[in-house]
């Protein structure tokens, strides 16, 4: 528990770091500009560094040169195409924010009346209706249903984390610090095993639907997290053995020389040292949940459909609507972009393969 | 917490569970999921890739075993070889591609003089979040044959003529590449970020004492530390090359007069267009276990199963 | 810490044992503002029932759930129609759209779970029916065939069971841009005169906007004598001269003037932009057009020299019932009623033809005048074209057929090995 509570401490440090960021910056730039005029900083080293970050600048740009592209035509209304005849357009012809407010609907809250009867009255409270956004006031009539997605997504993508954790931890641990029988096909298997999922499967695909259906799974949101995690297992235990191995045994031979029982051993020393690979497993597994589509349109009823089978539902038999189509993946892309800015940290530390002099 | 520090204890000291054998117990769970999930699709379509399956004979359960007939066609099949001599050559060069544009962008966002790195980083992984139906069909208009393709239209702009990108061959293929360096890239970003991250401080600092220029000190320091983690990465995007089917069936359903048809994309044309179920699953289980080795020969011979104690 | 939680659950005690003891003491309301409430919800119960009785089927009520794979608007259009439905009769209509209705019906019809009914072209019915997928209700539907056009009649039916119900019939028109163009063309001759005077690539400006997929292309292929699959025989035509003129016709008149990319997109990009005067696409590409401002036309298409007729391939749209409905006849009952009624009920057809181009293959309103300008000339075209054979070999000749004309386009392979061996493939396949 005391992971957690550090993790939640360390996230609104971050926060405050990120709301603060701007301000930071121009302290920065103002002590730098100070400093060369005091001439304790060389102006070289100043353009140099400006240089530098410039021409990182520019990679990053031309990296993501497609997604502002697909934006640009998010923000262009109807009309928009990924082709246009007329040349490129770095800027939307005709601006407007319509296929984003087409994407989130309106966000109101309805007010809910209380009442309690006392005595003879009645006494209620009306809580007033609460309304942040209403796009009929923008002219947009037809909304898409990304809220309703989104719950189903939410509901998906968070039991499939915690069932993954629960299943990944423990291996992982195992395999990386304990000798069993057959440790080495457990592991050898699960490399063969990461790969089974890809390519085509409709074959598969039939198979897995005739055995949920078999046990009453069928449009089961539970069910289909489930077989999230299932997939999750292989590539995920394997990422977090890695890092467990990359913890020195010392550690954990000096705690066990103190008397600490196994148990304590793992909850105190190795989770908290493997707070990165923990973050990263946390968010390949969300992932997974997040944007897989194939078996959920198939296993999932209309009411139940999660975010990437309404992306997916948006294509027509042979046209895009583009601006919509954009909007709506980049709203869907939104929340992953969010986790990673918070998490990278983690990330960074969880990934790399410490110990690797020896 | 005591309490169940007892009864762990009390577990590992009965004689029906040996101590040894605990970690078994941890390890299960989660294979016994996996296995739960995927054991029986796996095994029944082994079993297809046995039969002639196909939807008239399948649906109604009268489909026949026809023995090792579905590979033997696929074996002898002359588009079959040509897809798997591709595929590798896919394989070696987008490999080679996307380790180098990741080890690439990773130096280039962790660099010293870098000033917001991390809000570099932030950006550049959000392509990794996009579903990959949307980001493929994106670089399929890149790289459209019109003239006012993106690419082309670039391409007029710097004076040159435009290229009819999915009509030819091997600019077809280089049109494959790109996107799948866009489409990996983030993943070895992260990988590359945190093993830079990682080297030692020191290692550097006395090079530089040394003597050694920035090159030197690159090749001789950086990359030896990070040779592992990149080593692990490149085995996974090359399984995932491997497999590659959205791109060249998006772009041009396997090349020009199926040239360029990687595996799983010849797999889907001769197998699942027409419905033969018994000989799709018969290609998918060849291309899996070709994978599979090769998967497990690099492990192996990066050492990377091994455990914390045989190091 | 605890101390407070303590006191906090204190409260919490306290009030809800109070709210207790009043709930006891005061429930006898005879405040006025009350009792709307209480009877709304009585008064809720009693109008169900009352619809109940005015059902006029004599049958069994049953609910049915309808898988389609629509566009926006046409989705809302369907909803609108199975509400309709469910308040004037007794049985309830459930639409409900799926993403991807082929993977969805070929995994869930087999195991048990599809839907009643799911509404799809015809090019399925052959394949559908001979997997088991579908239920024959030919003794039991109350609607005569014939109120419905020839080709309709066809497309519903395989192997004497009829499976699905038609509303609506689609192919390919000629669709051009009235500021562009004064007159409609009626032969090629005068389209390829507009064609070269709009063609300028260098400028963004072409001649046609034209997607080449093998059902696009059929119109030309058919147009000398050709044909791509004969039903009645089960053979292909691929390589026959008559065939092999039609592509070698789209290949010498509509390729040069078209852009490079022969996707949909790139296509229709092209003519939504107001950068090519003509386009050769179907009813579902008007809600783009409109979108984008364009004053459009629309008319059959142009014939070549000499005798030839461009006679494309034409789809039904229709309503198939499904192996599901066989053993529940409360189910079976409600779609074939709704299907019945969508397929009849002028009122629905007209405004179905009216806002999404639908041609009506209902005896009636197809030969009507009243028809849209916009169906009319779609109609045309349907009524030069063919259906798509429902043979379940169809199915295969796709894509081969696109394959091979792709290699001829790009120069890759001559006309006539290229088609010969795309037949070998197709034939392949078939045993």
Redesign the interface.
């Known amino acids: 528990m005391s992971v957690i509570s550090d993790i939640a401490a360390e996230l609104a440090d971050d926060a405050r770091a990120a709301a603060m960021?701007p301000v930071e910056?121009v302290k920065d730039a103002k002590y730098t500009l100070e400093g060369i005029r005091e001439g304790r900083v060389s102006p070289a080293t100043v353009l140099?560094?400006a240089g530098?970050?410039l021409?990182?600048?520019v990679?990053?740009a031309l990296?993501?040169f497609?997604?502002y592209?697909?934006a640009v035509g998010a923000f262009s209304g109807t009309g928009a195409s990924?082709?246009?005849?007329?040349?490129?357009r770095l800027w939307p012809a005709d601006p407007t924010i319509e296929p984003f407010l087409w994407v989130i609907g309106d966000l109101i809250v309805p007010s809910y009346r209380i009442s309690l009867g006392l005595g003879g009255y009645e006494v209620f409270l009306q809580t007033p209706e609460l309304t942040f956004l209403d796009v009929s006031q923008y002219g947009v009539t037809e909304t898409s249903e990304f809220k309703r997605f989104f719950a189903n997504s939410l509901t998906v993508a968070i039991p499939t984390v915690l069932?993954a954790m629960?299943?990944?931890v423990?291996?992982a641990?195992?395999?990386?610090?304990?000798?069993?029988?057959?440790?080495?096909k457990?592991?050898?298997g699960y490399?063969?095993?990461?790969?089974?999922g890809?390519?085509?499967?409709?074959?598969?695909l039939?198979?897995?639907y005739a055995?949920f259906v078999q046990f009453g799974f069928n449009d089961s949101k539970l069910a289909l997290s489930?077989?999230y995690?299932?997939?999750a297992?292989?590539f995920n235990?394997w990422l977090l053995k890695?890092y467990?191995?990359g913890?020195p045994?010392s550690y954990e031979e000096a705690a066990m020389i103190d008397g600490a029982?196994?148990?304590?051993i793992v909850t105190e020393i190795i989770l908290p040292l493997s707070k990165a690979g923990l973050a990263t497993v946390f968010i390949f597994t969300f992932?997974t949940g997040w944007?897989e589509?194939v078996v959920a349109q198939t296993l999932l009823s209309t009411d139940n459909y999660t975010l990437?089978v309404g992306?997916?539902s948006l294509v027509g038999r042979y046209s895009?609507p583009w601006a919509r189509?954009s909007a709506f993946?980049l709203t869907?892309?939104a929340p992953?972009?969010l986790i990673?800015?918070f998490a990278?940290?983690y990330?960074?530390?969880?990934?790399?393969?410490?110990?690797?002099e020896? | 917490?005591s309490v169940?520090?007892s009864a762990?204890?009390r577990v590992a000291d009965s004689p029906v569970v040996s101590k040894?054998?605990?970690?078994?117990l941890?390890?299960l769970?989660?294979?016994f999921?996996?296995l739960?999930?995927?054991l029986?699709?796996?095994l029944?379509?082994v079993y297809?890739s046995f039969t002639n399956?196909e939807?008239?004979t399948?649906?109604?359960g009268k489909e026949q075993w026809v023995g090792l007939a579905n590979y033997v066609t696929v074996l002898s099949d002359g588009q079959f070889w040509n897809s798997m001599g591709v595929t590798w050559l896919f394989v070696a060069t987008s490999v080679a591609l996307k380790v180098l544009v990741g080890l690439g962008?990773g130096l280039?966002?962790t660099?010293e003089?870098?000033?917001?790195?991390?809000?570099?980083?932030?950006?550049?992984?959000?392509?990794?979040?996009?579903?990959g139906?949307?980001?493929i069909?994106?670089?399929?208009?890149?790289f459209?044959?019109?003239?006012?393709?993106?690419a082309n239209?670039f391409l007029q702009m710097a004076g040159l003529d435009s290229i009819?990108w999915?009509?030819?061959r091997w600019m077809a293929f280089l049109a494959y590449n790109v996107t799948e360096a866009?489409l990996a890239?983030p993943f070895m970003v992260?990988?590359t970020?945190?093993?830079l991250?990682?080297v030692s401080e020191e290692l550097h600092e006395a090079a530089m004492i040394d003597g050694a220029g920035f090159f030197a000190r690159f090749l001789h320091v950086t990359l030896p530390?990070i040779?592992?983690?990149v080593l692990?990465a490149s085995i996974?995007t090359a399984?995932?090359s491997f497999?590659q089917?959205l791109i060249p069936y998006v772009f041009n359903?396997g090349g020009?007069?199926?040239t360029n048809e990687l595996l799983?994309v010849y797999?889907?044309?001769e197998a699942?267009?027409?419905?033969?179920?018994g000989e799709?699953?018969a290609i998918?289980l060849v291309?899996?276990a070709v994978?599979?080795v090769f998967?497990?020969l690099n492990?192996k011979k990066g050492q990377?199963?091994?455990?914390?104690?045989d190091? | 810490m605890p101390m407070n939680r303590r006191t906090i659950l204190k409260q919490l005690a306290g009030t809800t044992a109070v709210g207790a003891l009043a709930g006891c003491v005061g429930v006898s309301e005879t405040d006025s503002t009350q009792t709307p409430e209480q009877s709304g919800a009585e008064g809720d119960g009693g109008d169900e029932t009352t619809a109940g009785a005015d059902a006029d089927s004599a049958g069994p009520n049953g609910t049915f759930t309808l898988w389609h794979q629509r566009a926006e608007a046409e989705k809302k259009a369907l909803e609108a129609n199975a509400e309709t439905f469910t308040s004037e009769t007794a049985h309830t209509a459930k639409p409900a759209e799926i993403a991807d209705l082929r993977k969805k019906t070929?995994s869930a019809i087999?195991a048990g779970q599809g839907a009643g009914m799911f509404d799809w072209a015809h090019d399925w019915t052959g394949?559908y029916y001979?997997?088991?997928?579908l239920s024959d209700q030919s003794d039991q539907l109350n609607v005569d065939l014939s109120v419905y056009t020839r080709p309709a009649q066809e497309a519903v039916q395989f192997d004497g069971a009829t499976v699905a119900l038609p509303y609506a019939a689609e192919t390919v028109g000629l669709i051009y841009n009235k500021e562009m163009v004064d007159e409609a063309p009626e032969t090629i001759a005068d389209m390829t005169a507009t064609m070269e005077e709009y063609h300028d690539?260098e400028n963004?400006m072409y001649g046609l906007s034209y997607p080449l997929d093998a059902y696009f292309m059929s119109a030309w292929a058919h147009a000398f004598g050709g044909y791509y699959f004969d039903e009645s025989n089960v053979e292909l035509g691929l390589s026959n001269e008559a065939t092999l003129d039609g592509f070698q016709f789209i290949l010498d008149n509509f390729v040069p003037y078209q852009?490079?990319?022969t996707?949909y997109?790139?296509q229709a990009a092209v003519f939504l932009e107001g950068n090519a005067p003509f386009a050769i696409n179907g009813p579902w590409f008007l809600g783009d057009v409109r979108s984008n401002d364009i004053d459009a036309g629309i008319t059959r298409l142009p014939s070549p020299e000499g005798d030839a007729e461009p006679k494309p391939y034409t789809t039904v749209k229709q309503l198939y019932f499904t192996s599901t409905l066989e053993g529940d006849e409360a189910t079976a009952a409600a779609s074939r009623a709704f299907a019945e009624w969508y397929t009849t009920n002028t009122d629905v057809l007209s405004a179905n033809a009216e806002e999404f181009g639908y041609i009506p293959v209902h005896k009636e309103l197809a030969s009507s005048s009243d028809l849209p300008e916009a169906v009319q000339g779609f109609s045309e075209s349907v009524s030069l074209g063919t259906p798509i054979p429902t043979h379940?070999n169809m199915?295969?000749v796709w894509?081969p057929l696109?394959?091979a004309f792709?290699?001829v386009?790009?120069g890759?392979?001559e006309l006539e090995s290229a088609f010969t061996k795309a037949e070998e493939n197709i034939r392949s396949?078939w045993e």
């Open positions: 960021a910056s140099k560094t530098i970050t021409g990182a600048a990679v990053v990296l993501l497609p997604l592209w697909v990924l082709y246009s005849s007329s040349g490129i069932l629960c299943l990944i423990p291996s641990y195992a395999l990386s610090r304990r000798q069993f029988i057959g440790r080495s457990v592991l050898y490399v063969l095993f990461t790969q089974i890809g390519g085509l499967g409709v074959a598969l039939i198979a897995l055995l489930a077989y995690a299932a997939t297992v292989p235990t890695t467990m191995d913890i045994v029982p196994s148990w304590k992932l944007t589509f990437p992306l997916y895009i189509f993946a869907f892309a992953i972009m990673y800015l990278q940290r990330i960074e530390g969880g990934l790399s393969f410490g110990g690797m020896g | 917490m169940v520090d762990v204890e040894d054998d605990l970690p078994l941890l390890v769970p989660g294979l999921v996996f739960a999930f995927m029986f699709p796996v029944y379509l297809l399956a939807p008239a399948l649906f109604q962008i280039v966002v660099g003089r870098v000033r917001g790195k991390r809000f570099m980083r932030a950006l550049i992984i959000i392509p990794l979040g996009l579903p139906i949307f980001t069909t994106i670089w399929r208009g890149i459209s044959s019109a003239e006012f393709g993106l239209q009819a999915l009509s030819e866009w890239y992260i990988i970020v945190s093993a991250q990682d530390s040779k592992r983690p692990f996974l399984a995932a497999q089917f359903q020009p007069s199926r799983i797999g889907y044309r699942f267009r027409f419905q033969k179920y799709g699953a998918m291309a899996v994978i599979g998967m497990m492990v990377l199963a091994d455990g914390v104690d190091a | 070929t087999p394949e001979q997997n088991g997928f690539p963004g852009p490079k990319d996707g997109d790139p379940p199915g295969d894509g696109e394959d792709n290699s386009k790009n890759d392979a396949n």
